[in-house]
């Protein structure tokens, strides 16, 4: 069965993949290809769904994950006995051929990276939280450390909620404007008391002021666009008790 999912021109070279709903064993609400382990889904379920995501991308590889926590910790996977540990962290890095790494989202923002040259990638959980605590920074620290250079680095935005569906209070808008003034540019005028929010703009201005020079943004929105993509805040909004998890994922062969 081919099971959809978006690819990025930057990242050609290395196995990877931003899946959505499609393509699964799941039912209901999490229909169908849930893949979060938190998600009060079947774990059978889950588990088929994320081998049909490994089989798409990197047949027999070891699915890497962490225990998302919205910060910005990043973690190096060297081989197959870390896997089991599933860390608290929201990023990981690998120069190891036959992991990928895997990074859940329902709405926050999937961040992909190569250095295809040095064999290093990475992947990054970067909901707002992070996205502000340098989540992005911190994973390309890391593939440094490895032996990456963040000149070479390649990064992919992929399916997140996008700007017109992501309302926000002033005081959220407040806390990035205090942050850095510049951060302005990234808010639209909304009703009263409340602005529109551009996390993806956000998240690859960091990755540019870090010094990343290849950066593409998908565009998918995850709250607007419910057959193809969950969504944590269409799931609130509609009074649903439970959502599903898409995952993104790169690996090296």
Not at 199 to 222: F, M, P
Request: proline share 4%.
């Amino acid at each position: 069965m081919t099971i959809p999912f978006v690819t990025a021109p930057t990242l050609a070279g290395a196995p990877h993949g931003f899946f959505g709903r499609r393509g699964g064993v799941s039912a209901g609400q999490l229909a169908s290809l849930n893949c979060g382990l938190g998600s009060g889904d079947d774990p059978a379920l889950i588990a088929e769904n994320r081998r049909r995501v490994t089989d798409a991308i990197l047949p027999g590889a070891a699915l890497a994950g962490v225990y998302q926590v919205h910060g910005n910790r990043c973690v190096t996977v060297d081989d197959a006995t870390d896997l089991a540990q599933r860390a608290e962290a929201d990023a990981l890095v690998t120069r190891t051929p036959g992991i990928l790494l895997g990074i859940l989202t329902a709405d926050c923002v999937p961040v992909l990276f190569a250095d295809t040259t040095a064999g290093i990638v990475g992947a990054a959980h970067a909901g707002w939280k992070g996205a502000i605590a340098g989540v992005t920074d911190a994973t390309i620290d890391a593939m440094e450390r490895l032996g990456a250079d963040r000149a070479r680095i390649a990064v992919a935005i992929g399916p997140c909620i996008a700007r017109a569906s992501y309302e926000v209070d002033q005081a959220f808008a407040e806390r990035f404007v205090t942050d850095d003034p510049a951060n302005e540019h990234f808010f639209a005028a909304g009703r009263p008391g409340h602005a529109m929010f551009d996390i993806a703009a956000y998240v690859a201005a960091r990755l540019a002021r870090a010094g990343v020079t290849r950066i593409a943004i998908g565009g998918q929105d995850t709250y607007a666009d419910a057959d193809d993509y969950f969504s944590y805040r269409r799931a609130c909004h509609m009074g649903e008790d439970g959502y599903g998890r898409q995952l993104s994922v790169i690996g090296l062969d």
